[in-house]
């Protein structure tokens, strides 16, 4: 296209073919910036569909890290890896059931926040550890309503504050044996756990934000807290 322009200046009066000649070189000199800028075999960003484990989207590290906390597409199933992690040698996930579309891998899932959001989730978190709870929680969505009902039911209300739980209402309790009761069992299979006030703000920040994580979990899945 700029050799015609060439061309039709060559065939204008003097002062036409000036302005035709001054604006051929400016879209020469554009478009040898806009070539010099393009590095050799520059493409878009990956997407998350792109791959087939979270581990290979980490190891490629070319998509978006939505969350900040260095995982890239944790929405996608095991293996998984973290920062300057390969994934290799992670257990498999089990196959989901038939018309589930979540996964139940083997390895104890890293529920990754940033301390600088929870601080106070994370305070509490510490403190529960020291006093004897346990780090690692089991995914148990069904019941989780009636445990938190049952453990704060004498615990009072502050305004401002909500009542946090760890292990959280979703990591623990499944009835025991023939009691269709909620008792307290291990694993930590039970209704009772470590309350703390904290700022309603981030406690239901949190809890959004757990829920979201565990998403794709199965029940029966092992997870734990980390904070970045």
């Known amino acids: 296209m700029l050799a015609r322009m060439w061309t039709l200046a060559e065939r204008l009066p003097a002062s036409r073919a000036r302005v035709i000649a001054l604006t051929v070189s400016l879209a020469a000199t554009a478009l040898l910036a806009t070539s010099a800028g393009a590095a050799p075999g520059a493409q878009a960003s990956a997407t ?18 939505s969350d900040g906390d260095g995982r890239y597409c944790e929405s996608l199933p095991c293996p998984c890896a973290g920062p300057g992690e390969s994934g290799e040698g992670e257990p498999a996930p089990t196959k989901p059931r038939p018309g589930s579309s979540c996964t139940r891998p083997r390895a104890v899932q890293r529920i ?3 301390r600088a959001d929870y601080p106070n989730i994370r305070r509490h978190y510490i403190g529960a550890l020291r006093r004897g709870w346990p780090k690692v929680m089991v995914l148990n969505r069904p019941g989780a309503d009636a445990r938190r ?26 009835p025991n044996g023939r009691s269709r009761g909620l008792v307290r069992g291990r694993d930590p299979r039970g209704w009772k756990a470590d309350v703390a006030y904290v700022r309603s703000g981030e ?26």
């Open 203 to 228: 406690n239901r920040s949190h809890g959004s934000s757990l829920g979201n994580k565990l998403r794709r979990f199965c029940n029966g899945t092992r997870f734990r807290y980390v904070f970045r």
């Open 48 to 65: 998350c569909a792109d791959y087939e484990t979270q581990a290979d989207a980490q190891r490629a590290a070319d998509t978006r890290d």
């Open 149 to 174: 009902d049952r453990l704060l039911e004498g615990v009072p209300t502050r305004d401002g504050f909500d009542r946090d739980e760890y292990p959280a209402a979703v990591g623990r309790g499944r």
């Open 112 to 114: 990754v926040f940033r």
